[in-house]
């Protein structure tokens, strides 16, 4: 009985030893375990993906009795106070588009990627289409399809309260200003900002919240 009282309390000590060993002598890592930087960018990139495909989600069937677009407006819940200010400034141009023009967009992200990352900060890239209808002029109850408009982005992001917030937008190709950084002149239009919306001439391109006008250059359907 001696002898395996003496064995147990010897086994008891190598394996003591040995964790103390793997944690190189600090039993803080222990207590403190290294946070895990796979989930953080799990998280980044599903912030980023879910703020695009609200971002280029919208239409009349979102519009209230007031010709308001109440869950559109509430993507800037997504957003740091900073960007959200930019974003509620042109809500009321994307609502305006709606009602005017009635046309319905849908985004649809195909691709996310980490740019960057750091402990408050993310660069994620976002690939993937909106696709566009209109009101058929000619035939009630129908609509008439755009030429989808594929995009690639670049969205920044920053960690706030645990959470990763939308600070900025970039459509990476348009060699236009980021939508941060884009300003409203008073009384005009948007200035130019990331692609995804549609021009007065109809065509998908410049800001979100353009407004089309007559019938859709390049539709398909017709």
């Known amino acids: ?63 209230d009795s007031a010709g308001k677009m109440p869950d559109y407006a509430a993507v800037g819940g997504l957003m740091t106070a900073k960007f959200r ?43 993937g289409v909106v696709e566009f209808s209109y009101p058929d002029p000619k035939k009630a109850g129908e609509r008439i399809p755009f030429e989808p408009l594929r995009f690639r982005y670049e969205v920044s992001l920053v960690k706030q309260d645990g959470r990763w917030l939308v600070d900025d937008l970039d459509d990476v190709d348009d060699e236009l200003p980021s939508f941060g950084e884009a300003s409203i002149p008073q009384g005009g239009a948007p200035s130019p900002a990331p692609s995804g919306g549609a021009s007065p001439s109809g065509s998908p391109t410049g800001s979100p919240t353009g407004s089309p006008t007559g019938s859709p250059s390049g539709t398909a359907g017709q």
């Open 85 to 127: 200010t930019v974003f509620d400034k042109n809500v009321g141009y994307a609502e305006e588009t709606v009602k005017q023009t009635q046309i319905d967009r849908t985004g649809t992200p195909y691709a996310v990627g980490i740019a960057s990352i750091d402990a408050d900060s993310a660069q994620v890239l976002v690939a």
């Open 1 to 63: 009985m001696a002898v395996l009282l003496g064995v147990l309390v010897a086994s008891l000590g190598v394996t003591a030893w040995v964790v103390v060993d793997r944690a190189k002598g600090d039993l803080g890592a222990l207590r403190h375990p290294p946070k895990d930087e796979t989930s953080q960018r799990e998280k980044a990139l599903a912030a980023a993906r879910t703020f695009v495909q609200r971002f280029n989600t919208y239409g009349p069937g979102l519009l």
